[in-house]
Each structure stands twice: as structure tokens, then as C-alpha cells.
């Protein structure tokens, strides 16, 4: 199914809403002002009737240059454009505006039309006709027919009819219903009965009534309660059609023009955009870096700052990578067509393509910034989801997020996405989330110098316990996360795991000949050892008393069940066996119990009791612990 937009273009007073109501037999014109005054304000809606029975609908847009953002707004989901010169005043400066909004906007189809034949002999018409092809050599009308007509006689008007239904069937192209819908808005308004009602163009998806959406960038939620296409009601929308959404539990006060209306989840919302930008070649002005411009984008009129990546200023003709800062927040996607305008006076000066729709902050004359947004607009899929990867991977972003940030079809994405795990260039964490090796490989670096630096300091311990390990390494909130990253580069023998503890693949703990002596004070000690303090004191010549010390805990021979209370591992695990037994005969076992089993003094057995309930091993009920 092609559903296709028409829209007009050209200078005001040109003839272009006379020679819409002459294809249709539809006024556009809405406003009492419009009427009065003549010329076009706001955006006027018609649709043609096709030769297969299908409907092309039709945007008459602004002519006025107060006007032109209300042009813009309508101008980004037009698949064909209509060129309207009049004959009796030729090219003019607004049309040569439009006619750059168009080619900025990448219109891929159009035809010009020459209106107000019947107001001009031949001589004069084949004069305007020379000069029209002057003006559009280099732009996508170059090679575009060129027709004369009369709104007002009806000449040309089915020559014209029969040009448009030739284009639509040979050149358009379908739209793409497989990816999430969205809407910009460009009107809103509401209807007694029925409620809130926003009209736009279906730039890409398919709708259906009973559909939740999200309108962005506020992010309020609300549901298709009715659609409208052509003024009849349909169950069902596609991309490419002028469509009327009925909007519900929503107040028009809650909408503004240029949101975006469009399924859950399915856009980012960002203050920042990269861009490739290109100065209309025409344009008188040079663009400084940190110029304050204007951006449009869909229906939306933001004011932004241009940073130029790779120069201090660019000209008319040039292009460069740029990042607009944002002054409001907004919804894009990456491959959206934009057109800027200078602070003032407003004038187009240029636009171009989004490459990153959400991106980071840059720095000027980065060439890796640079290299990243050369593959974002040049490269393939598989290039542009390495590129994101690449950049989010440090913050452990979704596939869904990527997805949404690439704009790639999830189909497509998906199968790239398999192609570069398949070859290692990434690597999955689970089933959401995927890293680029280079991180990977970063983090790699990480972990060797961190337990480099922690083994030259602690060559006694079997490395650095896990949970220290977790904290230190990564700053991430995901335990889950960490230990993936962990358990991987245990498995490529980097690390590896000894007594709860994560060290280099490589690395022995070395002993220590007071080791022995240490631990046989300990375990001398039975269920009521000496304090460290007090052992050391018994061992003057051993000046790295601590060190050792800590290595015997590492190993797991000395359990440290408080700061000053340590147990060798046997009495502990004598302990820890006789309170099990105890409980599963008693039911439970109290302080006092616990004491007279290990033979020691109230501190011992508190000590022992309250290390199990911190570790879960039991918990206390009352004046007794239980198993847990």
C-alpha cells in the first residue's frame, strides 16, 4: 500500500491553495483571517482522489515568510513536493527559501508548477520557464517537469493530475510500517463529545484504535480512543497518511505543537543532538561556532547553539559534523531530516541529518569523536551498532536503548547484533545487555593493575576479597553485572578465584615463615584465643605481625568473627557443628547454651552467635537463635 503526502511550496500569493482546491475541489484556507487577508497561515489539509481509489493527501503550506515555520511544521512528512511559481512574477525569494527547505528536508520526488498561465502571453511564459530551470539546476528539481496551469480556467489541471498519479505509481517508494509509529503534531484542538483531538503526518509505523502512547518529550501516557483518515473514521492507520488521533484522558492544554506522538518506549528524549550539517549554498551569512540558531525539526521550533566539530566557522555550500546544544528538551530519531534558521533576522540558513540522537558531550577537534560520526553516517548497520556500542558501553545501556538510539529495525539490529558477538567484537552480559570488546578489553587493564598494585602490597594474601574486589573495580550499581564481567575474565585466565578471594591468573601468595607460629597461637587458643594485640605482643621480632596476620585470614585458616575475636578454622567449624546439632534436637539454642557447649566465657559465644546472624546462618528468636 502507497500512501503518499503531497505538499505545495512557494512564494506567497503564488496561487497555491486556488490550484489545490482546482485538483480537489477542497478550500484550505480554515481562518476567517486566511479569507480575509487572502493568503495562507496556518496549514491548510485537502486530499486527491487516485486513479486505484486509494486518497493522496495534500499539505497547502504557508507562503509568507512571517510564516515559514508554520511551513516547516508541515513540510517533513511530504513524499512529493509541488513547486507553485507564478507565471506573471517567476522565481522570488520565498521560493527559493522553500525550495531549499525541501532539498535540506532530502524530498526525494516533485514537479513544478507554473500557476497563473492564463495571466501571461507565451513570450513571457517561456521566459519564466528558462529562468525556473536556472534556478533549480543542482537541486532535486533539476530534471522535474515543469507544467503551466490556470486555477482559474482549469488548463493544465488534469495534465497536471495525470503527472502526479505517473510519479506516485513509478517513483515513491512504500513507507516502512514495521518500525514503532510517531506522529508530530501540528495541530491540536477539541471536539465536544469526543475530547482532545491532535492531527499530523504518520512519518513512519502503523496505528490502530485501543493503541497506548506516549507523548514526548513530556512523556505523558494516553491511549487512541478514534482515528480519522480523509475525515472517516478507520480502525487502523499507516505511514504516509494525514491522520486525526482522538486522544484519551488527555486535556488540549496537555499537548503542545511539534510533540511527538508515538509508541511507549519508542524515542529518546535528549538536550543535545549530532548532527551533519550543511549551509544552503546561497546563503549570504558565515556560521560562527556558538552561533544561537533556530532548529525545526518535524512541527517543533527550539532554540539551539551550534558547536562546530572540526572548524571555527562554515559557509554557504560547506558541510561539517556539528552538535546542537538544546535550550528545550525533544524527541528525535537518528536519520531525521532538520532545517535551521538564523536567531535573527529569521532566515534559513541550512539543516541537515541527525547521526546521534542522544549523544554525550564533545569536545571540538576530537578525532575519534570525528571517526565515530563518519561511520555513523557513512557505515553499515553492523558499523553504526559498533559505533553505539562503543559509546554506551560503560554505561551498560540495553539492547532495546541501543535499538531505539540507532533507529535501526529491531530485526536487522538483532541479527547484527548476533553477527558481532559471533565474531567477538562484543560480548553478551546477559540477555539484555551487550559491551564492546574494547570496554571489555578496558577492563581487563582495569582489574590487572588494580590486584598488580594490591598484590606488591599484600604478597601474603591470597588476593583481595570479593566483595572489596566488586566496590573497587566497577562502579556499578549491578552486582549481577560486575561478577559477569568477573567470571569471564576468570574464564580467559586473567583472574581467577582462591578462598573467596579474586587475583591475578598468575599470582602466588608467598609464605611466610611466622605463618605457622601465628596460627598455632590461634588455634592454641581453642574456642577463647588471645587477641591480636596480645599474640603480638607475645611475638616482638615479627614486625609484619598484621600482614601475616591478614594473609592467615585470607586463606580462610583464621575466621575473624569480630574485630578482635579470631577463631582458627577448626574450632570454628567445630563450633558452627555442635550449634547445629544442638538446634536440630532443641529446636533452638540460646546464648547461654552456646557458651557451656564451647566451654568459654559470655564474649566468645556472643561473639559466634551474632557473626552467624550477620552471615545468615541463624537468626535470633526471642532470648535464642534458629537455623535460618
Keep these: 500500500m502507497k500512501n503518499i503526502i503531497i505538499g505545495t511550496a512557494g512564494h506567497v500569493d503564488h496561487g497555491k491553495t486556488a490550484l489545490i482546491k482546482a485538483l480537489t475541489g477542497i478550500e484550505t484556507d480554515r481562518i476567517k483571517e486566511e479569507k480575509k487577508r487572502g493568503i495562507t497561515i496556518e496549514l491548510g489539509f485537502a486530499y486527491l482522489d487516485l486513479p486505484d481509489g486509494e486518497k493522496a493527501g495534500i499539505i ?124 508530530p503534531i501540528d495541530r491540536i484542538f477539541s471536539v465536544e463529545g469526543f475530547g482532545t483531538v491532535i492531527t499530523g503526518t504518520l512519518i513512519e509505523g502503523k496505528m490502530k484504535v485501543g493503541d497506548p502512547v506516549t507523548i514526548y518529550p ?30 484519551a484522558g488527555l486535556k488540549k492544554s496537555d499537548l503542545n505543537k511539534g510533540d511527538v506522538v508515538a509508541v511507549p518506549d519508542s524515542m529518546h528524549t535528549t538536550m543535545m543532538i549530532d548532527i551533519k550539517l550543511t549551509i544552503l549554498k546561497d546563503c549570504e551569512r558565515e556560521i560562527l561556532n556558538a552561533t544561537r540558531l533556530h532548529l525545526y525539526h518535524g512541527a517543533r521550533d527550539v532554540l539551539c547553539k551550534v558547536v562546530l566539530l572540526d572548524r571555527d566557522s562554515i559557509s554557504a555550500g560547506e558541510s561539517c559534523y556539528a552538535q546542537l546544544r538544546l535550550e528545550e528538551e525533544i524527541a ?49 548497520d553492523k558499523e553504526k551498532i559498533s559505533a553505539a556500542l562503543k559509546d554506551y558501553s560503560s554505561r551498560f545501556e540495553t539492547l532495546s536503548f541501543l535499538q531505539v538510539q540507532t533507529a535501526i529495525p529491531k530485526e536487522q539490529f538483532d541479527q547484527q547484533i548476533q553477527k558481532l558477538i559471533k565474531d567477538k567484537t562484543a560480548f553478551r552480559i546477559n540477555d539484555n545487555v551487550v559491551i564492546h570488546s574494547d570496554y571489555l578489553s578496558h577492563l581487563k587493564d582495569t582489574a590487572v593493575k588494580m590486584l598488580t598494585a594490591y598484590h606488591e602490597e599484600n604478597p601474603l594474601r591470597d588476593g583481595m576479597k570479593r ?162
Excluded at 533576522?345 to 569523536?369: A, C, M, Y
Excluded at 549481577?480 to 576468570?490: E, G, N, P, Q, R
Design 332 to 380: 528525535v530519531k537518528t536519520g531525521d531530516r532538520f532545517v535551521l534558521r538564523f536567531y535573527s533576522p529569521l532566515e534559513t540558513i541550512g539543516g541537515g541529518v541527525i547521526l546521534d540522537s542522544n549523544p554525550f558531550k564533545h569536545k571540538r577537534n576530537d578525532p575519534q569523536v570525528l571517526e565515530s560520526l563518519n561511520i555513523k553516517e557513512n557505515g553499515s
Design 467 to 628: 566483595d572489596e574486589f566488586r566496590s573497587k573495580f566497577l562502579k556499578y550499581e549491578d552486582m549481577a553485572v560486575v561478577d559477569k564481567i568477573t567470571d569471564s575474565l576468570v574464564n580467559r585466565k586473567v583472574l581467577k578465584i582462591v578462598n573467596g578471594c579474586v587475583a591475578l591468573y598468575d599470582f602466588e601468595a608467598q609464605t611466610d615463615n611466622n605463618q605457622e607460629l601465628i596460627e598455632k597461637a590461634f588455634q592454641e587458643g581453642g574456642f577463647a584465643p588471645e587477641s591480636p594485640d596480645q599474640i603480638a605482643a607475645r611475638f616482638p621480632k615479627i614486625k609484619n605481625f598484621k600482614a601475616v596476620l591478614d594473609s592467615l585470614v585470607s586463606s580462610g585458616k583464621l575466621i575473624r568473627v569480630e574485630d578482635k575475636i579470631l577463631l582458627h578454622i577448626d574450632y570454628y567449624n567445630k563450633a558452627l557443628e555442635m550449634a547445629k546439632e544442638y538446634i536440630e534436637k532443641n529446636g533452638q539454642i540460646t546464648l547461654a547454651e552456646m557458651r557451656d557447649l564451647m566451654g568459654t566465657s559470655r564474649k566468645f559465644a556472643v561473639a559466634v552467635l551474632e557473626y552467624w546472624d550477620r552471615r545468615n546462618i541463624t537468626k535470633k528468636v526471642g532470648d535464642a537463635r534458629v537455623l535460618k
Design 60 to 183: 497547502d503550506v504557508p507562503g509568507h515568510e512571517k510564516f515559514v515555520k508554520n511551513m516547516l511544521a508541515g513540510a517533513g512528512g511530504i513524499d512529493l513536493a509541488l513547486l507553485v511559481i507564478a507565471a506573471d512574477e517567476g522565481f522570488m525569494p520565498q521560493t527559493r527559501e522553500h525550495l531549499g527547505i525541501l532539498s535540506l528536508l532530502n524530498i526525494p520526488e516533485g514537479i513544478i508548477v507554473i500557476t497563473k498561465k492564463d495571466m501571461v502571453d507565451e513570450d513571457w511564459l517561456e521566459v519564466v520557464c528558462d529562468d525556473i530551470r536556472n534556478e533549480v539546476k543542482g537541486t532535486f528539481l533539476e530534471n522535474a517537469q515543469m507544467i503551466p496551469v490556470s486555477s482559474y480556467t482549469g488548463e493544465g489541471i488534469e495534465e497536471l493530475k495525470q503527472a502526479i498519479f505517473q510519479l506516485i505509481d513509478q517513483k515513491t517508494q512504500i513507507k516502512n510500517l514495521d518500525v514503532p509509529f510517531r506522529i
Design 218 to 247: 513530556s512523556r505523558i501516557e494516553s491511549r487512541i480512543r478514534n482515528l480519522q483518515v480523509h475525515s472517516h473514521d478507520v480502525e487502523e492507520a499507516y505511514a504516509g497518511q494525514r491522520v486525526a488521533v482522538n486522544l
